[in-house]
């Protein structure tokens, strides 16, 4: 019963598409100019495929389990995601993929389309070894939401992608009729991934089964697949551990692989259909069979088209420039790629112990990179995708109580432990307040309170000293300023739960920057256990990559501005306003250089020492509201929407994070953004559209008028919520949720006077 209501539920999405599309129609008739173009139109999936961006130009349904996309198979921080536009080879084509990370993992279950015979010996190999690599030109590539299709130049093989939910699609047109096949490599790894077990059955001549198995950023990920022909595979020949396997139909070893025939007469054009699971071969034949066998590539590629479509289409903007329009909805669709599906359609999963676990009526999400997208994408999701959030907490508790503490970094089910804080507590806590309760609210409090009641990952130490000092873990400052953040979230919690007592104890806890701010300097810095000594020699442009360091990924001019939940405090810290101020412009005119043998590559992006391209700078600029000069924070928000997005290859100025570097872009490009994610308040900044619609639920819209908005015009001179004045420099939660409408004034001056 729980199957077949999850493939009504599945089944119900056209209905929810079209009635998004009826009211989009409105939206589109009061905010859009007439235009033949769709949505999906505007979206460059290349964006951010140069540079650091990390991102994949392969197909992916919104938040689908699936990313079949293509793999250069190099190695290197920039191949993350298995693609650079740097690179002219294709490897092949692997079903799964993170958008924009910094970490490499996944690419499985690589296949390649070929024709002629090749030497599987060779399967499993580096690069250079591979027998099936070919050569492709940019020109040939073709990319948009849900479709992939790319020219390779040897063997002569046009390959297009596509996906829905649970089910990767290849179609591959053979040019020349030789001998058309494609084979799987499934010793295939690039960077931190490697196979540990692996195997294949051929079941019968049009469906091939198996599974991968492998230890990586990911340390016990298990891949099971089934993959699914239109064409009867005449042949094959199999490889165990660079033994060649003929006449048989099946492989099983640490790296295995194949190469499968068609009818070279018959055969000139053959689509796969290639299922995965986390949980074995049945759960993959049976995802299979009910969203792959009845569907051929082009309606997949239609039906994932107009999914995206209405998923774009709850934001409208209008704007004459129509690379605007690019970057805005590529942002928009990268930031609704991650957290992933998980669950099989029968609600099964599998558990980084190994155990499988049942979803009943709900899905299960991973790929929750919570460090990065706490700030402004899981806000965005609140937003967007209200019923989405609620799976994702109750897929965050299934962790929890696989692990006794809320997940950090999960990755196909794996708790990898990247990163600092535990941003779990935050996403928890920030959807709580903001109405989200389809889940068990009181077993969500026990997750985020006994999360920050630990011991590990700095908080032993925390809880002993009121801060972490640098003499007992690295990162010190970061892992500290972090901790008081989620403990400032916990105290909402309980403060709302009526858990007073708890109140108390994890509000005065969240006051644990004050251990670190040094007076003298102005910055955040390393202190020692003793309470007294900090860090020296101190250098605030310094930067030491992960190992000797006070700070993540940065340096103390990116570190020393994270207290979103007590700025006010901060402020005094620093000795009122105007010092406050003066040492935050500075963060942006000071030159930007950055000291010291082994500096993080993740800071790029840089206007002074901020560092857009790393997310510890990422609410920065709008702390001059609080600090009463709001013109100075509509001032660098539109520097940075100007300088650190374009719709090149390079278009994103550092890791797209699963969606964090474009939600960032997606906020304040419509002019305002969740400084502090919990507090249910979006700050003012300066919108770049002169007219925005979000489609809210219940068939509200929440519409945006910036009339005179450019880049000379980047102040607000005055703000209307609803038709009143207003003088506040931020909105609500409660306000946006109801609908309503915002209206600014803008100019080419600071009105110093509005928002004091």
């Known amino acids: 019963m729980n199957s077949l209501l999850h493939i009504l539920k599945r089944n119900y999405v056209s209905i929810f598409t079209l009635a998004i599309g009826i009211l989009s129609i409105s939206c589109k008739e009061e905010v859009q100019e007439t235009t033949s173009k769709r949505l999906i139109d505007y979206v460059d999936p290349f964006i951010g495929t140069g540079g650091h961006g990390h991102t994949f130009p392969g197909a992916t349904a919104p938040f689908g ?10 190695e290197g921080w920039d191949w993350c995601s298995g693609y650079h536009i740097s690179d002219s080879i294709i490897s092949g084509f692997g079903q799964l993929h993170l958008s924009g990370t910094g970490i490499g993992d996944l690419t499985d279950i690589l296949l390649m389309p070929t024709n002629s015979e090749l030497d599987v010996a060779l399967f499993g190999m580096e690069r250079d070894s591979l027998p099936y690599t070919s050569l492709f030109s940019h020109v040939s590539e073709v990319a948009s939401p849900g479709y992939y299709k790319v020219d390779l130049k040897k063997p002569a093989v046009m390959v297009e992608l596509t996906s829905n939910d649970y089910i990767a699609f290849h179609r ?31 079941e019968n001549e049009n469906l091939l089964v198996g599974y991968r198995h492998s230890t990586g950023w990911a340390k016990n990920q298990k891949v099971f697949f089934a993959v699914e022909t239109t064409a009867p595979i005449t042949n094959a020949t199999f490889v165990t551990d660079r033994k060649v396997l003929r006449d048989v139909s099946k492989a099983k070893g640490i790296k295995t692989g194949g190469q499968f025939f068609f009818d070279r007469d018959t055969v000139s054009t053959v689509e796969l259909k290639v299922a995965v699971s986390s949980v074995n071969i049945a759960n993959a034949k ?5 969203f792959g066998t009845s569907n051929t590539f082009d309606d997949v590629q239609k039906a994932t088209a107009k999914r995206w479509d209405a998923t774009l289409s709850k934001i409208w903007v209008e704007t004459p420039i129509d690379s605007l329009k ?19 359609v029968n609600g099964e999963f599998r558990l980084q112990n190994d155990s499988v676990a049942k979803a009943k009526g709900w899905e299960v999400y991973s790929t929750l990179s919570l460090w990065d997208t706490f700030r402004a994408e899981n806000p965005l999701l609140n937003i967007l995708q209200p019923e989405r959030v609620n799976d994702i907490i109750k897929s965050m508790l299934m962790y929890y109580d696989e692990q006794g503490r809320l997940p950090v970094w999960t990755l196909y089910g794996n708790e990898t432990d990247t990163m600092t804080g535990n941003h779990g507590v935050s996403v928890i806590v920030e959807a709580f307040l903001k109405g989200a309760r389809g889940y068990d609210v009181e077993k969500a409090y026990e997750a985020v309170k006994n999360t920050m009641m630990g011991d590990i990952r700095g908080l032993k130490f925390y809880k002993e000293y009121g801060y972490l000092p640098y003499t007992k873990l690295d990162e010190s400052v970061t892992i500290s300023l972090e901790f008081a953040y989620n403990d400032w979230c916990v ?40 309470g007294k000594s900090w860090n020296e020699p101190f250098d605030p442009k310094y930067s030491n990559h992960q190992e000797h360091t006070d700070y993540t990924e940065g340096n103390a001019w990116q570190h020393s501005w994270f ?17 406050f101020t003066k040492k935050l412009e500075q963060l942006f005119t000071e030159s930007s250089e950055i000291s010291g043998d082994n500096v993080s590559a993740d800071i790029s992006g840089l206007i002074g020492q901020y560092a857009h391209g790393n997310e510890p700078s990422h609410h920065i600029a709008y702390m001059f509201n609080k600090a009463g000069l709001p013109w100075k924070t509509q001032y660098w928000v539109r520097e940075i929407l100007e300088s650190q997005y374009s719709t090149g290859f ?3 100025s550092g890791n797209e994070d699963c969606g964090q570097m474009s939600a960032w872009y997606v906020f304040s490009a419509l002019g305002f953004y969740p400084m502090n994610p919990a507090s249910g308040q979006y700050e003012i900044g300066s919108p770049i559209f002169s007219k925005a619609t979000i489609v809210l639920p219940n068939s509200r819209t929440f519409k945006i008028s910036a009339k005179e908005t450019s880049s000379t015009n980047r102040y607000v001179q005055s ?15 409660e306000e946006l949720m109801e609908g309503g409408t915002l209206e600014f004034e803008m100019g080419p001056y600071p009105n110093r006077e509005w928002g004091k």
């Open 491 to 530: 105290a909402q919690m309980a403060k709302a739960l009526g858990k007073n007592d708890d109140y108390d104890y994890f509000i005065n806890r969240s006051e644990a920057y004050k251990y670190l701010f040094d007076a003298e300097t102005g910055f955040m810095r390393g202190k020692s256990e003793d």
């Open 563 to 579: 207290v979103p939940h007590d700025v006010q405090g901060f402020v005094e810290l620093h000795g009122g306003r105007d010092s």
């Open 719 to 733: 703000l209307k919520l609803n038709g009143k004045m207003s003088n506040r420099t931020y909105i609500t939660h």
């Open 172 to 202: 591959y047109t053979f040019k020349k009729s030789e001998l058309p096949s494609f084979i799987v490599d499934l010793g295939y790894a690039v960077n931190w991934d490697s196979t540990t077990d692996s195997g294949l059955v051929l």
């Open 286 to 290: 049976e995802n299979l069979l009910l």
């Open 326 to 344: 690019t970057i805005f909805y590529t942002a928009l669709y990268h930031s609704q790629i991650a957290p992933t599906l998980f669950s099989d």
């Open 65 to 74: 389990m699936v990313q079949p996309s293509p793999d250069n198979g190099t």
């Open 650 to 652: 390079d278009g994103l």
